[in-house]
């Protein structure tokens, strides 16, 4: 099988999929506007060829390129794990006349409005939402929702642009800082715990599925720079409190006729127990919780996805053991990571349990937490108990700290 991924070497775990996809059988074949020397060694070592473009926002100069550069090959299927390129793998499928995602279903992935008016029709519970385009529609929209609410971009991905707003003041204060944003979701605040539900799909059913936690809402740890956040990937997905989530997101997945590979939703349970949608993109989650789903089960997720793709089976037993929790670290200060107090000592009490350590070492710059959520590194933890496993990463939270100057 012959399968174009897109982007392979970007963002950071794409050469893991690569590598999954090669190692699944099937011949691989990268696109991306990276020169070649810049590809990690992990993707030069799996593609059997590599196309360089010089944009992938130009879908089509890029399907110009990729009819001539492969001439003479029949490409079997084309895939994307990045939110910015799930459009022009529908547009690429549709002109090379190959199966999977197509336009109008990557639409309802891409655009919120467009998911959530289809989920509506469904009878699933969305916040309620209003799509606009200028300031004078977002105060009408505002006002027939009422305070507070979110605002969010139509085509984002993650927390990026997207603000609580709990009054007319905070309204006019946010709104200039969206004007590079051409249209916005207004949507009616949830209140409630957040979660995932992060599924591999083959032909419509779901092969695989991963629930995590966000602790906190990743609104409120964006918006707070002090806070570590938190990602757990739940051992116990049948623990009834999640029952009517994942009879959500398979409603969802069936909704919006998705057929084969990964998809990441996020949804809501309030104090009362309703469940309420949030989003889903045709992709994995960001933030290396493809990783958390490897050591919550001890298996290969990169290389499931692959034969998902490309045999229509995962073809790997899967057994969940652990809880996993992801910490991200915030240094305090600006410049470059001075110095990192208590990461010894946590790592003596719990070091049996830690599995992944990404700080950033002293001496080199911070990341721009607005930016990345993964920002000055993180610790990811597993424990078969999930008491243990929150206790430990509450720990983390509060007693390991960055400084930089």
């Known amino acids: 099988m012959n399968v174009i991924i897109l982007s392979p070497g970007y963002p950071a775990d794409m050469p893991e999929f690569t590598r999954g996809l090669a190692e699944s059988g099937a011949t691989v074949i990268g ?16 593609l059997s060829r590599y196309v360089e473009v010089r944009s992938l926002w130009d879908s089509t100069a890029v399907t110009s390129e990729l009819r001539k550069a492969l001439h003479g090959i029949e490409v079997d299927r084309i895939e994307c794990l990045w939110e910015p390129g799930v459009m022009l793998a529908a547009e690429l499928r549709q002109h090379f006349g190959v199966d999977g995602l197509g336009i109008e279903q990557a639409h309802r992935f891409r655009d919120k409005e467009a998911m959530k008016q289809a989920l509506d029709a469904a009878g699933i519970r969305t916040p309620r939402h209003v799509a606009v385009t200028s300031v004078a529609e ?30 007319a003041d905070e309204l ?29 799909t ?15 809402r990743p609104l409120i740890a964006r918006s707070n720079e002090w806070i570590s956040p938190q990602v757990i990937a739940l051992r116990d997905v049948d623990h009834p409190k999640l029952a009517d989530g ?10 919006l006729d998705f057929d084969t590979g990964f998809t990441h939703m996020e949804w809501y349970r309030k104090s009362d127990g309703e469940v309420v949608f949030g989003e889903i993109g045709a992709r994995p989650p960001g933030a290396h919780q493809v990783d958390q789903m490897k050591y919550a089960c001890d298996f290969d997720v990169f290389r499931a996805w692959g034969n998902a793709i490309t045999h229509g089976e995962i073809g790997l037993d899967i057994e969940r053991r ?45 990341r721009d937490w607005m ?25 983390v939270g509060s007693e390991l700290h960055l400084y930089a100057e």
């Open 246 to 255: 994942i009879a959500m997101g398979r409603a969802v997945i069936d909704v």
């Open 322 to 366: 652990y809880n996993v929790a992801t910490i991200y670290k915030r240094a305090k200060g600006v410049g470059r990571i001075s110095r990192i107090e208590g990461a010894d000592a946590l790592q003596k009490r719990f070091g049996e349990h830690v599995v992944w350590n990404t700080l950033l070492t002293p001496g080199t710059p911070r």
């Open 138 to 167: 977002c105060f009408d929209a505002v006002e027939k929702i009422g305070f507070p609410v979110i605002l969010k971009p139509i085509d984002g991905a993650g927390s990026a642009d997207t603000y609580r707003i709990n009054n």
């Open 371 to 395: 930016k990345t959520l993964v920002s000055d590194g993180f610790i990811m933890l597993r424990h078969p108990n999930l008491e243990e496993t929150i206790a430990m990463a509450d720990a």
């Open 172 to 200: 006019r204060d946010v709104l200039p800082r969206l004007r590079h944003v051409p249209s916005i979701s207004v949507e009616e605040f949830v209140d409630g715990e957040e979660y995932t539900f992060d599924t591999i």
């Open 202 to 216: 083959i032909g419509g059913e779901i092969a695989y599925f991963n629930i995590a936690k966000y602790r906190p």
């Open 31 to 46: 696109v991306g506007d990276q020169p070649p020397a810049a590809l990690p060694e992990l993707v030069r070592h799996h």
